[in-house]
């Protein structure tokens, strides 16, 4: 058995650059010219930012390989507008013996009313007693799953008695817009124009997407956290 607390991203491919974004605005106005690699294109990206002009930002793409428990991805396929998903399928291989456990420190405890709650730091006895369950409860549900492949049920039958803890992987594409949108309901910052409440887990990996979002296109990155973190 394998207890993890981590999440992987991995920046697969892309097609993605400040200039990309540039040159799709440019062409209501200057058609092919707007392919000039020596037109500034910072001032532009800003106010298209700004003023919300959000379709030169889908000329770009970004293919993510992502591991994380299957709670997780299906929180993240929410996200449709503008992304396309392929997940590994627990009915044609057999799964992986990987949980997620929450690291310490990872808050435990809802307080408040919906809408207007927080998470805080649970007790010890909490802690032990989640950490615990959890790695007992995973244990025994993929001792029951071998059990039931051994006995020659079908893997989409087997996979029944798994918990939502297990890791699943998948590929996720998307354009800088639809990134940007889930940035905005995925992570939680101070300076966003809008507050967003997002699970710990997901927002751990929004938090690395958001890295590959920065050093690729820097430009729009910029724009996006100067304005709001508003996707255009």
Known sequence: MDFQSEMYVELVRHSASDFDVAAAARVSTIGANGLDLNL??????????????????????????????????????????????NEESGRYKELAPVFYVPADGRPLRQVGKPGAYQYKLGTY??????????RRISTEAYETYKRLLDLDVAREVARMVLPVNIYTSFY?????????????????????????FPQKEIEMVADQMENELKETMPQTYAA????????P
């Open 224 to 231: 996006f956290d100067k304005h709001g973190r508003v996707a």
């Open 40 to 85: 500034p294109t910072e001032g532009l990206i800003n106010f298209l930012m700004r003023d919300r002009h959000g379709s030169p930002f889908e000329h770009t793409s970004f293919t993510f390989y992502v591991e994380a428990p299957i709670f997780v991805a299906r929180e993240f396929f929410r996200h449709r507008a503008g992304w396309s998903y």
């Open 125 to 134: 006895k909490q802690a032990m007693v989640v950490s615990g369950d959890i």
């Open 172 to 196: 996720a594409t998307c354009n800088a817009r639809s990134l940007m949108h889930f940035l905005s309901l995925r992570t939680k910052r101070d300076n966003a124009a809008f507050p967003s």
